[in-house]
C-alpha cells in the first residue's frame, strides 16, 4: 500500500511554468513505477508521463513533450512533474500515480496503476 499526496498547482498564466510534487508514503517508494495524469471537466484522464523505478526511463504524452519533464528522488520519496511554457489547455487536475510494472508505450492506460493521489487543480489563463 501507498499513499500518494500532490502539491504545487495553482493558477497562472500563459508560458509560465510550474513544479508539482507527488509525495509517497507507505511501501518502499523505489518498488514502484510513477506515472501523472491529468483531468480537464468534462473529458477523460488523460496520460501526461511516467518514469520507471530508478528514473532511467522516462516516456511522456505527445502533448507535454519538450516541455514538462518528469523526475523522482527515491531518496525523498517524491516524483516532481516540471512544467514549462504552460497552455490554457494543460488546465486539468493532476494526478500522481503508481504501479508495480513497466509497461512501456501501453503506460497510458490507467488500469495499469493501483494507488492514486487526491489531485492538484492547475490552472493556465490565456
Known amino acids: 500500500q501507498v499513499w500518494l499526496v500532490e502539491s504545487g498547482g495553482g493558477l497562472v498564466q500563459a508560458g509560465a511554468s510550474l513544479r508539482l510534487s507527488c509525495a509517497a508514503s507507505?511501501?518502499?517508494?523505489?518498488?514502484?513505477?510513477m506515472a501523472w495524469f491529468r483531468q480537464a471537466p468534462g473529458k477523460e484522464r488523460e496520460f501526461v508521463g511516467v518514469?520507471?523505478?530508478?528514473?532511467?526511463?522516462?516516456l511522456y504524452a505527445d502533448s507535454v513533450k519538450g516541455r514538462f519533464t518528469i523526475s523522482r528522488d527515491n531518496a525523498k520519496n517524491t516524483m516532481y512533474l516540471q512544467m514549462n511554457s504552460l497552455k490554457p489547455e494543460d488546465s486539468a487536475v493532476y494526478y500522481c500515480?503508481?504501479?508495480?510494472?513497466?509497461?512501456?508505450?501501453?503506460?497510458?492506460?490507467?488500469?495499469?496503476?493501483?494507488?492514486w493521489g487526491q489531485g492538484t487543480q492547475v490552472t493556465v489563463s490565456s
Open positions: 500515480t503508481a504501479g508495480r510494472s513497466w509497461y512501456g508505450r501501453t503506460s497510458d492506460r490507467s488500469g495499469r496503476y493501483d494507488y
Open positions: 507507505g511501501d518502499t517508494f523505489a518498488e514502484y513505477v
Open positions: 518514469i520507471s523505478w530508478s528514473g532511467n526511463n522516462i
